[in-house]
């Protein structure tokens, strides 16, 4: 473009010059004839003409029209969309939430998905370790990564020949003294080829040398630049400077200094939010627990992950065992970079830290904006009624219909360009938005704005021109056609014309229809979630997981230990109560009266300590709260939640009723024998946080036993501050020694359930939102396009009347048709929405996906639509003086 | 060019038989536009006047359709000027216009019984 406008001034020039060599000449032939010069220079003048004109007439033949018209067109378009506000508002608005949600959420997936690795060779690094299978419960055989040993890993190192590099990373226990409190820091230990293979150099200081490996050397730490940049400030003078740490997380655990040698820049963050590493130093780590290792490498060139694999798997086989431990290694795993930075992602689509989840969301936002699109195409076709007499009265006077074409073209192309601009602007809050919510943060995934997604936000909005212009353009060159053939085209709407029309509003309702079955399917899904989401309050909640299974203690012990810790617990200042619990995912069996009708089920079974409900301020709907002697004798009691009342008693009193529940998993279609029969005592509100754990949303709860499965503790606090936390987790510090082998209480948090929950009300809530705007535009879209379909007809109805016709008639006609399209579209709908609920399938959990409600809601309210949009601008027909009707241009 | 005169309008018959002149002209060899015009006035006596307002656009259009080629040349006064010169596409034009235009002519004198020798000579 700029080339060509540069071209254009160029001959612009030459032209003049042309010119004025013409005149010259002209001028010295006269003075060559004797005249004087005044006069030749005034003849010449004359003879030559209007100079503006010649140089107009002439610039038409290069060829540069399209881009003169195109400024005109530019201009026309702007001066049109100024003057009606209202109109480029809502089309540019409705196009900049489609393009802002469609960039945003491609930028998620591009730096989650797409975009390589910040190293160089990313293709070619891959990370290694062992694999064992466990048992889980029923039988099932589940793949977990057991690290790989030191030895193991020398011997790979030593045998393999498919790497250039390779070294050993290993996560253990490290904590930093600050403030009279532990803070576990993830510092990797790293051998000396760990920042080469990753291409890191570093911000200053150095790197991990060879020497800094041996058994004696002095202990060194790199930071990474965001530990640096907090803790430091990017302070420069940190080189040399010493680093307190220590294994344990009591306080009275020896220190170890180590010397802060170097800063690595932000790109180098393996294997994800790290704050540093320490160099390893080779032999036995005394005194330290254990930690879990993984081998890093980068592939020789002309390596693949499969031969890597193969050499792997060799020299494997050829390792035999003297020490096999609780899990015996089975095979190898050898993943790429990538791979191993999003293994362990849920595949659970409701998350946005899932492949799924980000494909089904970048599925609906394409979608909406694909709505948004067609829309904007409809309200231009909308607003073009009155531009029809425009069109016949330019074909007429001998416009192409190219030339026509380009003018919407150029129309839809400014609406895209405002809605792209303000779309941009919506995708850079967004992703900054995203980039917040903690499941991504969590993964190390950061979407941004960069060169490739400002790329595909252009292209995107060059897609989004053309399809808006695409309706109204199809529409207009028909008009011009139809002009061709008859001098005034619109004293009936013709039968070609209304045909295509009346596809196009088919398509226009099966397309809104679709939309809104999926917002409808999603918002029912909120609205219960919402209705669900308050039978306990879980401000101001610690949890605090014991992360411990008392593997192989007596029972005694481990109750010594609860009973400790919760009165410590209950001690400390500003702690307002305390429950310990239990969860096992279990099998339940109701209702057991009836043997025909007994059912299995999943069921989350929790043994509490006393107070557990008003600890979680659960409200009990029915029956009675566990006693003390319930407490006492451990008797055979339960409360069960409202869900799980209602799903199996749902006519009937569930108080006094049994219920079997065999701990652990499995398929087994009858209770085993050693299961425990409880009887209902009490029924009480939804616990539903406890489907964030992940365990079986129905739920019982027990007084407490000795059965085994995850247990922590629910602490509520006030005020919710750091210091209550601090204190939480220095009782647990100090409680070491009981039974305890691993201290993963160090990860006492508020409340990670309800978090986790926001979350997703909250991206649900934005979806909903989202999809709720696009249901209006789509309604009003539809409005627009159906009552424009049938102000059309206006003159039609207007002979009509003239000739006699009742108005009765007449409407029943117009609506006939309308209803006619709204069934067909309706059909073309519905399909098209089991396609898509096909797609929302995995979001909805309790909703079915083809709810009645919502998808009859649906076609009901289209229909409405469709019909009060026929109706109106035809009963206004048939109310206006016939001759008044036949008038309307 | 060469169009059935039929679907022509009066406009687009002058430009057609001015081409024609502007090619036959470059027949001659390579001229400026000032040149053309002169040749054409002197060719015809003085009869036909150029008008600048249709050589220009007329020799940009042939130029466009490459019936025609233009160079910047330094003239005899040292003056730097266009020239134009004809394209082997432009030959070809040529003769078809030629053969079109004897058609065209011979039809206009026989309906107009003209007095010969007044335009055409």
Known sequence: MRRAWWQFWRREEEFAEEMASHLAMAIQERVARGESIENATAAARREFGNREVVRATTRDMWGWVWLEQIALDFRYAVRKLRLAPGFTAVAA??????????????????????????????????????????????????????????????????????????????????????????????????????????????????????????????????????????????????????????????????????????????????????QGWIAARSGPPAGRSDGISHALARLRQGQTLESARAELSAVERGITRANTGPFRATGIRVQSLRARLRAGQPNDPVAMDSVKGRAVRLAVVFFVLLIAVINVGNLLLARSAYRDHEVAVRVALGASRWRLAQQILVEGGCIALLGGSIGVAVAWWGTKFTASIGDLARQGIVPSVDLRVALFAVVLSIAVALGIGFIPMLSLIRAAGDS?????????????????????????????????????????????????????????????????????????????????????????????????????????????????????????????????????????????????????????????????????????????????????????????????????????????????????????????????????????????????????????????????????????????????????????????????????????????????????????????????????????????????????????????????????????????????????????????????????????????????????? | MPKKPAHQNRIEMLQGTLDLLVLQTLRWGPQHGYGIARMIQANSQQALQVETGSLYPALHRLERKKFIAADWEVSENNQRVRVYRLTPAGKKQLAAEQSWFAKFSDAIASMAKPPVGESDR
């Open chain 1, 93 to 274: 608005l409705s196009l900049a939430i489609g393009i802002g949600a469609t960039v945003t959420m491609y930028a998620v997936v591009d730096a989650a998905d797409i975009r390589a690795l910040p190293y160089p060779n990313a293709d070619r690094l891959v990370a290694m370790e062992e694999i064992g299978t466990a048992k889980v419960g029923g039988g099932a055989f589940r793949e977990f990564g057991s690290g790989v040993s030191a030895e193991t890993f020398a011997t790979w190192h030593r045998s393999t020949h498919a790497f250039d590099a390779m070294t050993l990373v290993t996560l253990r226990d490290v904590f930093l003294m600050q403030n009279e409190e532990n803070e576990r820091l993830s510092l990797p230990e790293v051998g000396a080829e760990f920042f080469s293979i990753l291409g890191g150099v570093p911000l200053i200081g150095r790197g991990i040398v060879p020497s800094d490996t041996n058994p004696d050397a002095p202990a060194v730490v790199v930071l990474s630049q965001r530990f640096w940049m907090e803790r430091f400030r990017g302070d420069r003078g940190v080189i040399g400077r010493p680093l307190q740490l220590t294994r344990t997380e009591e306080l009275t655990s020896p220190r170890e200094t180590y010397t802060i040698v170097g800063v690595m820049p932000e790109k180098i963050d393996y294997p994800g939010a790290a």
């Open chain 1, 484 to 889: 061709h053939r008859s001098e005034s085209p619109r004293i009936t709407v013709g039968r070609t014309r209304a045909g295509v029309s009346g596809l196009l509003l088919v398509g226009q309702i099966g397309a809104a229809l679709t939309l809104l079955t999926g917002a409808g399917l999603l918002g029912r899904e909120l609205l219960r979630l919402d209705a669900r989401g308050y039978d306990y309050d879980p401000t101001n909640m610690i949890w605090v997981p014991n992360g411990q299974t008392f593997h192989g203690q007596s029972a005694d012990v481990r109750r010594e230990f609860r009973a400790e810790a919760l009165a410590r617990l209950k001690r400390i200042p500003g702690v307002v109560s305390v429950s310990d619990l239990e969860l096992c995912g279990c099998n339940g069996f109701f209702p057991l009266e009836d043997k025909t009708k007994i059912t299995r089920f999943l069921i989350s079974a929790i043994s509490v300590s006393p107070g557990f409900l008003t600890n979680l301020r659960i409200p009990l709907r029915r029956g009675r709260d566990f006693t003390e002697s319930d407490f006492a004798t451990s008797a055979p009691v339960a409360i069960i939640s409202s869900d799980a009342a209602g799903r199996f008693w749902p006519d009937e009193d569930p108080i006094g009723k049994q219920v079997v529940v065999t701990p652990g998993i499995s398929f087994r279609p009858d209770p085993k024998p050693d299961s425990a029969h409880l009887t209902v005592v009490g029924v009480m509100g939804n616990p539903n946080f406890l489907g964030a754990l992940g365990s079986p949303p129905l739920t019982l709860i027990r007084p407490m036993t000795a059965a085994i499965g995850m247990d922590g503790y629910m602490v509520r606090v006030t005020p919710d501050s750091a210091a209550t936390i601090a204190a939480v987790r220095r009782t647990f510090a100090t409680l070491r020694g009981a039974p305890l082998t691993r201290d993963t209480y160090g990860s006492a948090q508020k409340m990670v359930i309800d978090k986790q929950l926001a979350e997703q009300r909250l991206t649900t809530r934005a979806l909903l939102a989202f999809a709720a705007v696009a249901v209006l535009l789509a309604t009003l879209g539809l409005h627009g396009l159906v009552a424009y379909s049938v102000a059309q007809r206006t003159r039609e109805i207007g002979i009509r009347m003239a000739l006699g016709a009742e108005s009765r008639s007449v409407l029943l006609l117009v609506t006939r048709r309308g209803l006619g399209l709204a069934a067909a579209g309706i059909a073309l709908g519905l399909a098209g929405s089991l396609v898509l609920t096909g797609m929302l399938r995995a979001m909805l959990y309790g909703t079915s996906p083809t709810d009645p409600v919502v998808f009859a809601g649906s076609a009901m309210l289209l229909a409405t639509v469709v019909l009060v949009a026929s109706y109106l601008p035809a009963r206004r027909a048939t109310r206006v003086d016939p001759m008044i009707a036949l008038r309307v241009d």
